[in-house]
């Protein structure tokens, strides 16, 4: 199983980009995803989480009104529409999918993708 998160790189403040995550995985629409960050010297945190059908979407209130999680399961994909950043959304990006749906334990985490949001 691999989860390949790409669409990363460097972006002004008040741009926008867009990470997709390609999951490898047969099963995909069972499974819960998620986007986490970290950024250097701080610990990895929650960014959104989608559900399996797409229905239901979660984020953490630091990105909320600015962040947009979707997923198409035709594709095996979950996406993370990213606006109006700012300089502190700089952090690797990761995606991870979650079989239990409890948002808490994950089965596969992705590489990572470096998003960097310059003043």
């Known amino acids: 199983v691999q989860l390949q998160a790409s669409g990363g790189g460097l972006v002004q403040a008040g741009g926008s980009l867009r990470l997709s995550c390609a999951a490898s995985?047969?099963?995909?629409?069972?499974?819960?995803m998620s986007w986490f960050r970290q950024a250097p010297g701080k610990e990895r945190e929650f960014v959104a989480a989608?559900?399996?059908?797409?229905?239901?979407?979660f984020y953490a209130n630091s990105v909320k009104g600015r962040f947009a999680i979707s997923r198409d399961n035709a594709k095996n994909t979950v996406y993370l529409q990213m606006n109006s950043l700012k300089p502190e959304d700089t952090a690797v990006y990761y995606c991870?999918?979650?079989?239990?749906?409890?948002?808490?334990?994950?089965?596969?985490w992705g590489q990572g993708t470096q998003v960097t949001v310059s003043s």
């Open positions: 991870a999918a979650d079989k239990s749906g409890n948002y808490l334990e994950y089965d596969y």
């Open positions: 995985i047969r099963t995909f629409s069972s499974y819960a």
């Open positions: 989608v559900s399996w059908s797409g229905s239901r979407t």
